[in-house]
């Protein structure tokens, strides 16, 4: 396959993926081993979620998960200019649509792009939301933290739901809830993280709402008021996963463990939460590896045997 030789992809290219291996890329098959390197060594969860996976699925999952994991870490961990990585990441994704793009991870995404049909939209609205990253450090309204979530979270479950071949609004709709959750569950597990990288996703409407001071999290003093406000948040956040939940009953095999279990890990790190009081800014919630690996178990019985899927609700406030 021809590369375009137009522009060069930039060094600071998310998995350390030099120029040297982007020359070396000479064929499809080397392209979707790259994409499949990166996700084995960078997302523990390939381990499992792989088993289930029908193989002929799995390279495009991986060139998927390349895309993603590359925007993320331009947007977080590039050095020198982020906004010109970014924008040689998109020039990358029109290669896809009228094209032959250079970057391996894309000439294996153009063939993921070409087989399920995938439109450019929520490829670009992932990019877009590490553009926002660099300009916005505070989100001034709820509202506004969801317009985010639009494009930082929920363009990934479309795109998922578009390689499993469901292409249906009501289904795009029910993945929108649930990534949001998962994305606003993950804010407010790293609150500290992020705030250590200039940034806060709890909207300032309930900072001051809550009488809580960007001090108190700088100084990781968790006030009253402060978990009053995690409180507050942690609820939101259920509620989405709720509303997502019917999804799951929608999609079928692996799909539906997949999702079961994302929905209850979620769950799980907001019963964390509560179970530490909601002082998020001196011990980070997270699963140990046994959790995960309980949850798993748990998860996949219960859907192979057919149980209400609403059971991964119950199983996700327990396995923590």
Known sequence: METSTHRTVPEAAPGKLTMHDIAAT?????????????????YENFSLATRLMPARLRRHFYAVYAFCRGVDDLGDKAGGD?????????HQLRLCYAGQPSHPYFV??????????????????LIEANRRDQRMKRHPTYAELLEYCEHSANPVGRIVLYVLGHRGPDLHALSDHTCTALQLANFWQDIRRDYDMGRIYLPVEDLERFSVREAD??????????????????????????KGVPLIARVRGFARVDLALFTAGGLAVLRMIERQDYDVLNHRPALSKWAKARLFAAVYLRTRVGLA????????????
């Open 82 to 90: 982020r906004m010109g990585h970014l924008a040689e990441w998109e």
């Open 217 to 242: 999290i700088a100084s990781h003093q968790a006030t009253p008021q402060f978990r009053a406000l995690m409180r507050f948040e942690v609820d939101r956040a259920r509620d989405l996963f709720v």
């Open 26 to 42: 000479g064929s499809l098959d080397e392209a979707f081993a790259l994409c499949e390197r990166l996700a084995k060594t960078q």
């Open 108 to 125: 294996a995404l153009q063939q993921t792009i070409a087989r399920f049909d995938i439109p450019a939209e929520p490829f670009l609205k």
């Open 309 to 320: 899927p609403i059971g991964s609700v119950a199983i996700g406030s327990e396995a923590a």
